[in-house]
């Protein structure tokens, strides 16, 4: 719980945000403790999430979902209405995107870290977050306006998930070992 990995996505970088969100969680108490400017291949990405089935299937469904809400056509828009297959689009999005220039991984230390980052950056998709939160304040994005423009949405932000395990150790060590293998 004392430490927490956060990336701050290129879209986010080139809109000059860096500062504000580094303030902002200096201001709540947290340290610097590594911080490195990213700028990756699409299969360091790949690694990076966890593109398996039940996150295809999981994606796919939220995006199925929303369609339905929207009342928008989701096979005219996506071409097919298989949430695996959704799911995928969504993943070759987001690495795309996310391969597309600049990020800055950094690693957050202090009581409560992962539990602090997560609540600062407000729910995934700007649309839902709170007000308050950095996905509320720093955007107007929604998944409507992003799968229309074939893209993720841009949700500025990543902050390591305290229920996400992979290869048998938690997220958070995962993700940090992908940038700072020595800490
Ligand atoms: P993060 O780990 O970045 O905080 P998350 O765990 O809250 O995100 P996931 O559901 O794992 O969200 O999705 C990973 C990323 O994929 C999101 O941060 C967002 O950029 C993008 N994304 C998620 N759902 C959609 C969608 N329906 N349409 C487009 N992009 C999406
Ligand atoms: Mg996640």
């Known amino acids: 719980m004392k430490r927490t990995l956060v990336i701050i996505k290129p879209h986010a970088v080139q809109r000059g945000l860096v500062g504000e969100f580094l303030t902002r969680f200096e201001r709540m108490g947290l340290k610097i403790a590594a911080i490195q400017v990213v700028n990756e291949q699409p299969e360091f990405w790949e690694r990076f999430y966890p593109s398996d089935e039940h996150w295809y299937?999981?994606?796919?469904?939220?995006?199925?979902?929303?369609?339905?809400?929207?009342?928008?056509?989701?096979?005219?828009?996506?071409?097919?209405?298989?949430?695996?297959?959704?799911g995928r689009m969504v993943m070759r999005w987001l690495v795309d995107h996310m391969s597309s220039g600049d990020s800055i991984a950094v690693v957050l230390e202090g009581n409560e870290a992962l539990r602090k980052v997560r609540a600062a950056c407000g729910a995934t998709l700007p649309?839902?977050?709170?007000?308050?939160?950095?996905?509320?304040?720093?955007?107007?994005?929604?998944?409507?306006?992003?799968?229309?423009?074939?893209?993720?949405?841009?949700?500025?932000?990543?902050?390591?998930?305290?229920?996400?395990?992979?290869?048998g150790q938690s997220a958070v060590e995962y993700d940090i070992g992908m940038f700072f293998p020595h800490r």
Not at 61 to 71: A, I, Y
Not at 73 to 82: A, H, I, K, N, S
């Open 57 to 86: 299937e999981n994606a796919g469904r939220k995006t199925l979902e929303n369609c339905r809400q929207n009342d928008i056509d989701v096979q005219e828009r996506l071409g097919t209405t298989d949430p695996a297959a959704i």
């Open 127 to 167: 649309n839902t977050a709170t007000p308050g939160t950095i996905r509320f304040d720093y955007s107007t994005d929604s998944p409507t306006l992003a799968n229309d423009e074939k893209r993720p949405v841009y949700n500025l932000i990543h902050a390591s998930d305290p229920d996400e395990s992979r290869n």
